[in-house]
């Protein structure tokens, strides 16, 4: 979760990646939605066992702000999402996922025949959906359009005070905005071998959605979705820690205009996504069941 990386950014924290040379899978192209009713009815996001998003880098209208760029990560160059399993309990549904993102460490050098060095983080994240909500996991691409990845941290609590991640219409953006407060308690480990003591904390933070009107959208691979539903997100939020290093402390807050935008088609999912790193996402490829 990028926007928690953020906040951790001013706290300290790092983000390890395994360098791996193994590559994604290929994804067999489909534009049109699939056969198989989604979880909860959920048309905006079909969660079907078996379905895959393929996203890859697409260029932003704007640059990135300049307060921003120290605290950019490294954009991915591509992130395969793949529905590995949906299980119903009485009311709830909860959809299991696996979030393959892949980044460049170093390019290809063909004056020395080197090839490209590669990182690959998975991450396991979860959607779970009733009539009433529609909850995706912070560390999920489809939470705040930041793919997650960090590592020595885990959440031993999380709460919603407010409304849920997607507020949803018969299974579809509906016109009035919605608003998803979230308390949560992190703790952390250090990497194995380090000696030091790394505080746990906690982290609030106000999500605003915005239905816009919607967009065509016209992807790099040639799909073309004439009335993309829009969302805006306005991000709020900081982190207190357990034991914080100064003697007054005051909570690290998120910057400020902290904007992400989705662009999701009826029986497709997600579209289209931008977040304030300037980063871009459009969906190349998918597989719908």
Same mark, same amino acid.
């Given at each position: ?26 994804? %067999?192209? *489909? ?5 198989? %009713? ?35 990560? +490294? ?75 960090? +590592? ?35 703790? +952390?480990? %250090? ?38 539903? *829009? ?11 357990? *034991? ?46």
């Amino acid at each position: 979760m990028r926007t928690f990386a953020t906040l951790f950014a001013v706290v300290v924290v790092g983000l390890v990646i395994v360098v791996s040379t193994s590559t994604i899978e290929a994804v %067999p192209k *489909k534009a049109a939605g699939g056969k198989s %009713p989604p979880a909860c009815g959920a048309k905006v996001l079909p969660l079907v066992t078996g379905n895959v998003w393929k996203y890859v880098p697409f260029p932003a209208p704007q640059p990135i702000a300049v307060e921003l760029t120290k605290l950019a990560p +490294r954009q991915p160059k591509t992130i395969v999402i793949t529905v590995k399993s949906v299980e119903t309990k009485g009311t709830e549904t909860v959809a299991m996922l696996e979030e393959k993102i892949t980044y460049e460490i170093t390019p290809a050098n063909d004056e020395k025949k080197k090839p490209a060095v590669m990182a690959e983080v998975l991450v396991a994240s979860t959607i779970t959906c009733s009539k009433t909500k529609f909850e995706i996991s912070p560390d999920s691409f489809f939470f705040a359009a930041e793919p997650g990845g960090f +590592r020595e941290l885990t959440f031993d609590k999380l709460e919603r005070s407010k409304d849920t991640s997607w507020k949803l219409t018969n299974g579809t953006v509906g016109d009035d905005p919605w608003r998803e407060d979230i308390v949560a308690h992190f703790t +952390r480990v %250090p990497a194995k071998g380090a000696n030091v003591q790394i505080s746990a904390g906690k982290l609030e933070l106000e999500r605003t959605f915005t239905p816009e009107k919607p967009e065509v959208v016209v992807t790099a691979s040639g799909e073309h979705y004439p009335r993309a539903e *829009k969302l805006a997100l306005v991000t709020t939020g900081r982190v207190t820690l357990d *034991k914080p290093v100064s003697p007054s402390p005051v909570p690290s807050e998120l910057p400020k205009n902290w904007i992400s935008k989705f662009w999701v088609q009826d029986d497709v999912g997600v579209v289209q996504a931008l977040n304030m790193y300037a980063h871009m996402y459009q969906l190349a490829e998918s597989q719908l069941k």
